[in-house]
């Protein structure tokens, strides 16, 4: 098969996707990297050709995602489906659907500054503030009063829009789900809201209550190859965040797997095209 990875330069130093193209460079398949802010890309290629397969890895508010809408335009497997990442890049859009679809998620507010976030009453306090095109727990901030507004510091995010959710108490560790597309794996890790940070990731076991959660959310998202922040509360688990291909950290043998859930992907995609006349 023949493969377009779509890699901004942040992720160019990272682990993942690039041992995913070398093993599948190792099992002589053809991989090209579309690095999108040094690249020009041509657009509108009959379906199927020249790639079997696209593939992104990039930072939400980035160009990747409108390069793999033009080549699903032509017919040309995604991964994941276009559609499902663009619902979990907007994190907005993300936690509406988790909401409207009853999955465990806290109450989210969308603001477009971040002085409206004084409209919201002191009684939903404290509340969880992030950017709403966020990734890689960037510029997480904890408000526990309106009184603290003022003195909120986003980064380098400025007055992006942000959404606000309301904090639920936990044991200060957040579990990531992760599905390679061909299997559930969980790792701990420590909340970037808690007293732990620094703290090492670690596998831990999937019980069958974390299955099920993960495969609902891929359900619901329509997502192959994705990524679930939940965290344990009085309640039972809640989803906090959605991701398209995360990174996998802690997961033996990830690339190859990934891989493989890659090639089978795109290989029903080929083989449901059209045979040409």
């Not at 053809?30 to 397969?53: Q, S």
């Not at 200060?172 to 790792?187: M, Q, R």
């Not at 831990?204 to 679930?228: F, H, P, S």
């Not at 802690?250 to 859930?261: D, F, K, L, M, R």
Request: aromatic share 6%.
């Amino acid at each position: 098969m023949r493969l377009c990875f779509i890699v901004e330069r942040v992720y160019r130093q990272d682990g993942m996707p690039l041992r995913v193209a070398e093993q599948l460079l190792d099992w002589g398949h053809e991989v090209d990297l579309l690095e999108p802010d040094a690249t020009v890309a041509g657009l509108g290629e009959p379906a199927g050709r020249p790639y079997d397969a696209w593939v992104l890895k990039t930072v939400s508010e980035g160009p990747g995602l409108s390069l793999l809408e033009a080549a699903a335009a032509t017919g040309v497997a995604t991964i994941n489906d276009v559609r499902a990442i663009r619902r979990v890049r907007d994190k907005a859009v993300a936690a509406a659907w988790a909401r409207v679809h009853g999955l465990p998620s806290p109450t989210t507010w969308f603001v477009t500054h971040r002085r409206l976030l004084e409209q919201i009453p002191q009684s939903e306090y404290p509340l969880v503030v992030k950017p709403a095109n966020g990734s890689r727990g960037r510029d997480v901030r904890l408000l526990l009063r309106r009184a603290e507004i003022d003195d909120l510091d986003l980064g380098d995010t400025g007055d992006c829009f942000l959404l606000a959710q309301r904090f639920v108490p936990n044991n200060g560790w957040d579990v990531k789900l992760y599905n390679t597309g061909s299997g559930i794996h969980a790792v701990r890790r420590p909340s970037p809201l808690g007293r732990r940070v620094g703290a090492p990731d670690r596998p831990i076991r999937v019980t069958e209550e974390l299955r099920r959660l993960a495969l609902e959310v891929g359900r619901l998202y329509g997502l192959d190859i994705y990524g679930v922040d939940v965290i344990g509360t009085e309640r039972g688990w809640m989803v906090v965040d959605v991701n398209d291909f995360p990174s996998f950290g802690q997961i033996p043998g990830a690339p190859a797997v990934v891989a493989e859930s890659i090639l089978r992907i795109a290989g029903r995609a080929v083989a449901a095209r059209p045979v040409s006349a």
